[in-house]
């Protein structure tokens, strides 16, 4: 005897925008994700009171690279699904083409955006890990800052990116006269 649950149906959005529903995300995803983020790192960051880029158990890149990786992946994922409903719903004046392959999409641009973003923030880090000296201590406060203020830019660039692929299989639907 096999149990199927059903999927429960999206909620039903309110009309809306797209500029309006993207500026909304934008603000669910960057303050939570800024707090978080600044609070996970200022924890890890006290225990030792100092800490460097790569050396130690608290160090920089235990943090940022993982978060500089996932976020954008998560983010690209949840706001591609999510224009998607609310298109489907109408909450938004845009219509998303039939023809496209939505779960290709998400994983491709997912896998893309975090992979680059990853990348561009391990060159970051290694290129400062060169610059100063190895041992050279690292502010904690302003380490888990830098944590919080890179995850509010990664939540706010990754709402809008992938919406802007996005926008090639999205049009506007014609009126009925």
């Not at 949840?78 to 909450?91: K, P, T, Y």
């Not at 990754?158 to 919406?163: E, G, I, N, S």
């Amino acid at each position: 005897m096999k149990f199927k649950l059903k999927p429960s149906p999206p909620k039903k959005l309110r009309k809306t925008t797209l500029k309006r529903f993207l500026i909304r995300r934008t603000i669910y995803y960057v303050l939570p994700n800024v707090f978080f983020n600044f609070i996970i790192a200022y924890a890890s960051f006290q225990e030792l009171g100092y800490t460097h880029f790569f050396s130690g158990t608290q160090n920089l890149a235990r943090l940022t690279l993982p978060m500089a990786i996932f976020l954008p992946v998560v983010l690209t994922i949840d706001i591609i699904n999510r224009v998607i409903i609310a298109s489907e719903q109408g909450a938004i004046e845009f219509t998303v083409d039939e023809q496209l392959n939505k779960k290709k999409l998400m994983t491709k641009l997912s896998i893309l955006h975090g992979v680059i973003t990853g990348l561009l923030v391990l060159s970051v880090l290694l290129f400062a890990q060169y610059v100063f000296s190895k041992y050279y201590k690292l502010d904690a406060t302003a380490m888990a800052m830098l944590v919080g203020l890179l995850a509010g830019v990664l939540s706010a660039i990754f709402v809008y990116v992938p919406v802007r692929r996005l926008r090639r299989w999205m049009y506007k639907p014609e009126m009925a006269k």
